[in-house]
């Protein structure tokens, strides 16, 4: 299995509190390849990691992350008492260690996510991913280098169109597909790897089917809460 990907889905968040620096923190520990995480924005413009605008599912409070600023942010803990991370504090912990999948969640913050990544010199170490294909254009259009990965999450009409889709995606030189894994077939993995693209479905928690997957499909690497799950 040597270069297959682990990579730690919300940090290792199946042992750790989601998007919170313990299950970020965690996911080193536990030596995975790569740290994934969703980039929301602040009122007041700074990028906080959480999976939903909404934070009612992370805290005991309501409301939205873009309709906060930062400090009101603050005042609210994760249910776990951490407070939500930044995208910086992120970056401050990862740099040198792990590398980091930044799924683009907010509208109008792509030249935002790779301006701090550039000032942190970080570029080579971050991942940004997208199920819309504009936000990755526009990040290409901020910088040649910045490394890309698209989502999908229902195969069918990008199988149809699979040909048409790799051209795209090899011309914006994505790094990798990250679709959801009930829908991995043996043709999406061998078109893309025609083009040098990496196969990395989400979200998987059973060793056994990820094994399976390396086996009848080739897949590349793989999206888990467990970032041990093949050591055990």
Known sequence: MKGFIIIAHRGASGYEFENSISAFKKAIELKADMIETDAQITQDGTIILNHDNGIKKTTNEKGFISRLTLNEIKKIPL???EIMPTYQDLLDLCKGKIEINLEIKARRVEKLVTD???KNDMLKEVVFSSFSLKTLKKIREYN???RLAYLIIIQGSFIAR???WM???SELKVES???FHMFISSKLV???HKKDISIYPWTINDSTK???????KNIDGVFTDYPDILNK
Do not use: F, M, S, V
Request: net charge neutral; proline share 4%; no cysteine.
């Open 167 to 169: 051209k795209k995606l």
């Open 116 to 118: 701090i990544t550039l």
């Open 177 to 179: 597909i990250n679709p």
């Open 144 to 146: 040649d280098d910045a």
């Open 190 to 192: 061998k078109e893309a």
């Open 162 to 164: 699979l040909n048409y």
């Open 210 to 216: 990820i094994r399976n997957l390396i086996e009848e």
């Open 79 to 81: 249910k776990n008492g």
